[in-house]
């Protein structure tokens, strides 16, 4: 039992190490090398603006299609190709959120008066 545990673990070992040695490799001479070096291939960077006036260059290959709209990584607002027409905020979700919560409590509160009132009423009703 032993002798096989042990061998198995040796086999475990030699494949763990090979896969380091392949992903090691792959980093190496991955992808990231190959952007470094892609000086050459044609590409294009692409201003775009968002409503807060903030500018966001995009490196695209030549080949890609722009994008009509690009987040823009300062705010978040999408930012489009026109300068002077940026694509409008959209409306802010939180505030959205937050105004029907304040609606919500304000009808609970309505809603309770009312029937403070109401009970109020049953109240002098019983009690006259
Ligand atoms: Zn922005």
Redesign the pocket.
């Known amino acids: 039992m032993i002798g096989v545990t042990a061998t198995w673990v040796d086999d475990q070992g030699a494949h763990v190490a090979g896969g380091n040695a392949i992903r090691g490799s792959r980093v190496g001479a991955g992808p990231m090398g190959e952007v470094e070096r892609g000086e050459a291939a044609p590409r294009r960077r692409i201003p775009f603006w968002?409503a807060?006036g903030?500018e966001t260059r995009v490196v695209l290959a030549s080949e890609a299609d722009i994008p009509e709209f690009w987040d823009?990584p300062?705010?978040g607002?999408p930012?489009g190709q026109d300068r002077e027409e940026p694509p409008p905020a959209p409306r802010i979700e939180p505030y959205k959120t937050h105004l029907a919560y304040v609606r919500e409590r304000r009808s609970d509160a309505d809603g309770d008066a009312l029937l403070q009132e109401a009970l109020d009423r049953l109240r002098v009703r019983r009690g006259g």
Do not use: W
């Open positions: 968002c807060n903030h823009c300062r705010c607002l930012a």
